[in-house]
């Protein structure tokens, strides 16, 4: 993602690189347990990744998080 993007989108900006990969396979409609996977990474802390991007982005559920994120040029 270049930097143009995150200057039009502040809230990536506040993202580190891997909650924007956790947020990919959200919009992708992937559960944790996947993006777990995905990325090489446990259970927990894909689970983490999700509950700091829905904090920051200030968001409560799942459906919230990925509307949110569908409206960003991540891929």
């Not at 891997?18 to 992937?30: N, S």
């Amino acid at each position: 993602m270049g930097a143009a993007a995150l200057c039009f989108y502040p809230a990536l900006a506040a993202l580190t690189p891997r909650e924007r990969q956790v947020a990919l396979h959200i919009l992708r409609g992937d559960h944790t347990k996947t993006i777990a996977r995905a990325l090489g990474i446990s259970v927990g802390t894909a689970r983490k990744h999700r509950e700091n991007l829905m904090r920051k982005l200030g968001v409560n559920h799942a459906g919230q998080l990925a509307a949110k994120v569908a409206q960003w040029p991540l891929a």
